[in-house]
């Protein structure tokens, strides 16, 4: 056998330890419904917990903010698709604004998390093998990389997790992908942070909390479709011009 051909089949070889940080996200994923986390990330344990929760954010801020921060990029990782609930959660323990701030932090953190993992896990291995589609998709990703990104952020219609990952499966920058996770989800974590701020209220007066839908309700979604459209201007702009060449 020639060298040529040793050296083909060594690079179509794949490399199965690559899969060891996914497979560990996925044990960690199913360890933590198993042992009942979802319980614990739910509005009726707000609810029941909330007594003792702000007691011990009074007397531990600090040591609260950080240990959200940490849980909440942990959940994100392993691609739970809680996000906002614990963002609820830090409007709650730490008000709308120290709230969002925190859960942007730590949704930030576990998306570069995921994202760094599926990257070393498959690569560009999935795209070259997609055919031209795929890759005509790329080259447009590629050509306004952070317009894309930050759009796909803002729209709500995208679940948090499958954002986190789509990008790996592409050659993004990984700066482009921090900068836009971290601004494309702060209308949001304001939004479910501000409710949780006033969540305190609405348990006292025995009443419900409706999440469904609360993305898409005009007072919601008109300024998010505003922010879309200023991310969408770099892109406008790039094709009248090539248009004109």
Same mark, same amino acid.
Request: with cysteine.
């Given at each position: 056998?020639s =060298? ?6 060594s690079?179509?070889?794949f ?8 497979g ?5 994923l199913?360890l933590?419904?198993a042992?009942?986390g979802?319980?614990?990330v739910?509005l009726e344990s707000?609810r029941? =917990?909330?007594?003792? &929760?702000s ?10 903010l950080?240990g ?5 990029a942990?959940?994100?990782? !392993?691609?739970?698709?809680g996000?906002g609930?614990?963002?609820i959660?830090?409007g709650f323990l730490f008000g709308?604004i120290?709230g969002a701030?925190?859960?942007?932090a730590?949704?930030?953190l576990?998306a ?5 993992a599926a990257?070393?896990?498959?690569g560009d291995a999935?795209t070259?093998k997609a055919?031209?589609y795929?890759q005509?998709f790329?080259a447009?990703l590629?050509?306004n990389?952070?317009?894309y &990104?930050?759009? &796909?952020?803002?729209v709500?219609i ?5 954002? =986190?990952i789509?990008?790996?499966?592409f050659?993004?920058k990984?700066r482009n992908?921090v ?5 494309g989800? !702060?209308?949001?974590s304001?939004?479910y942070?501000?409710i ?5 209220a609405?348990?006292?007066?025995g009443?419900?909390v409706?999440?469904?839908? &609360? ?12 922010? !879309?459209?200023l991310?969408?201007i770099p ?5 009248i011009?090539n248009?004109?060449?």
């Open positions: 056998m =060298n040529a051909n040793i050296m083909t089949k690079q179509n070889r490399n199965f330890k690559r899969l060891i940080p996914i560990v996200i996925a044990i960690a199913s933590f419904f042992l009942g979802p319980d614990y739910s707000l029941s =917990n909330r007594e003792m &929760l007691a011990f954010v009074a007397d531990n801020f600090m040591l609260t950080l959200f921060v940490t849980i909440y942990i959940l994100v990782a !392993i691609s739970f698709p996000a609930l614990m963002t959660f830090g709308a120290a701030g925190a859960a942007v730590g949704a930030t576990g570069i998390g995921i994202f760094l990257r070393y896990a498959i999935l070259k055919g031209p795929m005509k790329e447009g590629k050509e990389e952070l317009s &990104l930050f759009i &796909l952020r803002l709500p995208f679940p948090f997790f499958i954002v =986190n789509v990008p790996a499966l050659d993004v990984l992908y900068i836009a996770t971290m601004f989800i !702060i209308p949001g304001f939004v942070a501000s949780g701020d006033g969540i305190g609405v348990f006292e007066a009443q419900d409706q999440l469904s839908g &609360l993305m898409t309700q005009p007072r919601i979604l008109i300024p998010i479709a505003g922010l !879309i459209c991310a969408l892109v406008m702009y790039k094709r011009k248009s004109e060449a």
